[in-house]
């Protein structure tokens, strides 16, 4: 039944400057799973629909974490919801806090920041 809830999402009309439009794929503020663990979420980057991604930070198991997700496309019918999804519910991606992830993150970002 949840998963039939999260289906109607990417199909009903929201009203955006007082029209009426379709989603055409999940909305990163409409992504709260696995509730149990994310008990807050403030969108920090939407970059809409396709291979564009989101960004949030997110309270998770009681800690304030950076999560990512792939926002998804209504064209692809196993893809609507985005990625990451677990049994037909879209997720975040909660990114790692170890050093050695930190460390690796911040190198590649200095080598591709060079590059542009």
Do not use: H
Request: glycine share 8%.
């Amino acid at each position: 039944m949840v998963v039939g809830a999260y289906m109607y999402v990417y199909a009903r009309k929201e009203k955006f400057n007082n029209k009426e439009s379709i989603m055409s794929y999940m909305k990163p503020e409409m992504v709260r799973s696995p509730k149990e663990r994310l008990t807050g979420l403030k969108v920090l980057c939407d970059k809409g629909e396709g291979e564009n991604w989101s960004l949030a930070e997110v309270i998770w198991d009681g800690e304030e974490r950076l999560a990512v997700r792939w926002n998804g496309s209504f064209d692809d019918k196993k893809l609507r919801i985005g990625l990451p999804q677990a049994r037909g519910l879209p997720m975040w991606f909660i990114l790692p806090t170890d050093p050695e992830f930190v460390t690796l993150f911040n190198n590649w970002v200095k080598k591709t920041s060079k590059k542009g």
